[in-house]
């Protein structure tokens, strides 16, 4: 600041002051007394001109230090002003998501339960809409609206195990919706977090704190009350919808394999969530067309032309009908992979258990089906419990996430004092 500062003579005040104190280069000796006099004189110039201009100085010094706190004041008001905006456009960017979520699942499920009023071939029909899905995400990526994924050979094996827990849970969901009501086929659903746990404990040998296990009890006991004496039961439907439950169990888990990036498991790239659930829908496509052809081949031509009779619709409406809900099964998923993306764990539990809320409302105000006051109350008690069990074993795992970086702390102290001595 000092150096930056000019005087009314143009020299540096810095300059003045060092010049004060610098030696003169001709020695008293062989100077000659004119010179020592006019060196005294222009010594006691300066001294009397020195003091104002370092007081200049500072002065000037000091108000170019207040002019930049002011500026800094500002600048940091106005990071404060940009960090609140971006916190408000990414929280309203989730709430988007959820909301989209949710609407497309509502409608999803409407549609495909009308779809299989109509033609009574679930895993035909699910067939067709993992087909539908698999064109979707297969043109996004040659019209360039998003980067083309690249699979490892052990990329492509771990999604294929994902595309096969797929195929199957939503298969059995499929013949569940078919044979039961919505309500129905969501309120067993709601025991999903139950059958993860014990995947993860008996296939990967991950256990949880007795306390994490002691929340699934309401959930068991709400859904069990639920389904007892109720009129719309059905084994059909309630042993697809727990096969469902295990199917997707075994997706979580092997999801979250391949999708964790080490040296040992690299999948490969490109592989956002909106990719991924592509990669797998495709996989899932090709896994269920056996299946559709040994179950249902001999019975899809006969089903398709009763429904032409029945429900007095034209084929092309019929096809319409079926490709309208594809789309909108896998737009459903895609949508729930981007908001899941971006929040944490505990928001997914609690989003998958207000979906099927919402999903066991729409279906009752739209197909009529009646609900008694058991299955209330039980659906109540176990979606309470859903959220309970996702909130404790959050906890424990913060407790275990914090311990651990404890004793990692401690063990690099450790090792420095060692080194030290």
Same mark, same amino acid.
């Given at each position: 600041?000092?150096?930056?500062?000019?005087?009314?003579?143009?020299?540096?005040?810095?300059?003045?002051?060092?010049?004060?104190?610098?030696?003169?280069?001709?020695?008293?000796?062989? *100077?000659?007394?004119?010179?020592?006099?006019?060196? *005294?004189?222009?010594?006691?110039?300066?001294?009397?001109?020195?003091?104002?201009?370092?007081?200049?100085? !500072?002065?000037?010094?000091?108000?170019?230090?207040?002019? !930049?706190?002011?500026?800094?004041?500002?600048?940091?008001? @106005?990071?404060?002003?940009?960090?609140?905006?971006?916190?408000?456009?990414?929280?309203?960017?989730? /709430?988007?998501?959820?909301?989209?979520?949710?609407?497309?699942?509502?409608?999803?499920?409407?549609?495909?339960?009308?779809? /299989?009023?109509?033609?009574? *071939?679930?895993?035909?029909?699910?067939?067709?809409?993992? %087909?539908?899905?698999?064109?979707? #995400?297969?043109?996004?990526?040659?019209?360039?609206?998003?980067?083309?994924?690249?699979?490892?050979?052990?990329?492509?094996?771990?999604?294929?195990?994902?595309?096969?827990?797929?195929?199957? @849970?939503?298969?059995?969901?499929?013949?569940?919706?078919?044979?039961?009501?919505?309500?129905?086929?969501?309120?067993?659903? #709601?025991?999903?977090?139950?059958?993860?746990?014990?995947?993860?404990?008996?296939?990967?040998?991950?256990?949880?704190k007795p306390q994490v296990?002691?929340?699934?009890?309401?959930?068991?006991?709400?859904?069990?009350?639920?389904?007892?004496?109720?009129?719309?039961?059905?084994?059909?439907?309630?042993?697809? &919808?727990? %096969?469902?439950?295990?199917?997707?169990?075994?997706?979580?888990?092997?999801?979250?394999?391949? /999708?964790?990036?080490?040296?040992?498991?690299?999948?490969?790239?490109?592989? %956002?969530?909106s990719n991924l659930f @592509?990669?797998?829908?495709?996989?899932?496509?090709?896994?269920?067309?056996?299946?559709?052809?040994?179950?249902?081949?001999?019975?899809?031509?006969?089903?398709?032309?009763?429904?032409?009779?029945?429900? %007095?619709?034209?084929?092309?409406?019929?096809?319409? #009908?079926?490709?309208?809900?594809?789309?909108?099964?896998?737009? !459903? !998923?895609?949508?729930?992979?981007?908001?899941?993306?971006?929040?944490?764990?505990?928001?997914?539990?609690?989003?998958?258990?207000?979906?099927?809320?919402?999903?066991?409302? &729409?279906?009752?105000?739209?197909?009529?089906?009646?609900?008694?006051?058991?299955?209330?109350?039980?659906?109540?008690?176990?979606?309470?419990?859903?959220?309970?069990?996702?909130?404790?074993?959050?906890?424990?795992?913060?407790?275990?996430?914090? #311990?651990?970086?404890? &004793?990692?702390?401690?063990?690099?102290?450790?090792?420095?004092?060692?080194?030290?001595?």
């Amino acid at each position: 600041a000092l150096c930056a500062v000019q005087t009314q003579h143009g020299v540096c005040a810095f300059e003045k002051i060092s010049s004060r104190n610098k030696k003169p280069s001709v020695s008293s000796s062989s *100077a000659s007394p004119h010179t020592l006099k006019a060196s *005294a004189s222009h010594k006691k110039m300066m001294s009397s001109s020195s003091t104002p201009t370092v007081t200049t100085t !500072n002065n000037n010094a000091m108000s170019h230090s207040s002019s !930049n706190t002011s500026s800094s004041s500002e600048v940091l008001r @106005g990071g404060a002003l940009t960090t609140r905006t971006t916190q408000l456009l990414h929280t309203l960017k989730v /709430l988007s998501y959820f909301a989209l979520w949710y609407a497309l699942n509502v409608i999803y499920n409407i549609l495909n339960k009308k779809v /299989l009023n109509d033609i009574p *071939a679930p895993v035909s029909i699910g067939s067709v809409q993992f %087909g539908v899905g698999a064109v979707y #995400a297969y043109m996004k990526w040659v019209l360039k609206i998003a980067p083309t994924p690249k699979l490892t050979p052990a990329g492509k094996t771990s999604i294929s195990k994902v595309g096969i827990y797929h195929s199957a @849970g939503q298969l059995l969901s499929m013949v569940s919706l078919g044979a039961g009501p919505v309500s129905f086929t969501h309120i067993v659903k #709601a025991l999903e977090p139950f059958f993860s746990a014990a995947v993860s404990a008996l296939v990967f040998g991950k256990w949880m704190k007795p306390q994490v296990y002691a929340t699934l009890i309401p959930v068991v006991g709400g859904v069990g009350y639920a389904c007892m004496k109720e009129r719309s039961f059905s084994w059909l439907a309630f042993n697809c &919808a727990m %096969g469902s439950n295990v199917a997707f169990a075994l997706r979580a888990v092997m999801s979250k394999s391949a /999708l964790t990036k080490t040296k040992t498991n690299y999948v490969g790239d490109n592989l %956002g969530p909106s990719n991924l659930f @592509g990669v797998v829908t495709i996989y899932a496509f090709l896994l269920s067309i056996p299946s559709a052809l040994m179950l249902e081949g001999t019975k899809l031509i006969p089903l398709f032309q009763q429904a032409l009779e029945t429900t %007095g619709k034209t084929s092309q409406q019929l096809i319409q #009908a079926i490709c309208v809900s594809g789309l909108f099964h896998y737009l !459903n !998923n895609e949508v729930m992979y981007l908001a899941l993306s971006n929040v944490h764990p505990v928001t997914l539990a609690v989003g998958n258990t207000m979906k099927r809320v919402f999903i066991i409302v &729409a279906s009752v105000l739209v197909f009529r089906n009646p609900v008694s006051k058991q299955a209330a109350v039980g659906s109540a008690i176990g979606i309470s419990g859903v959220l309970l069990y996702s909130l404790t074993k959050q906890y424990y795992e913060k407790l275990e996430a914090s #311990a651990a970086e404890a &004793a990692s702390a401690a063990s690099s102290v450790s090792m420095r004092n060692a080194k030290r001595k």
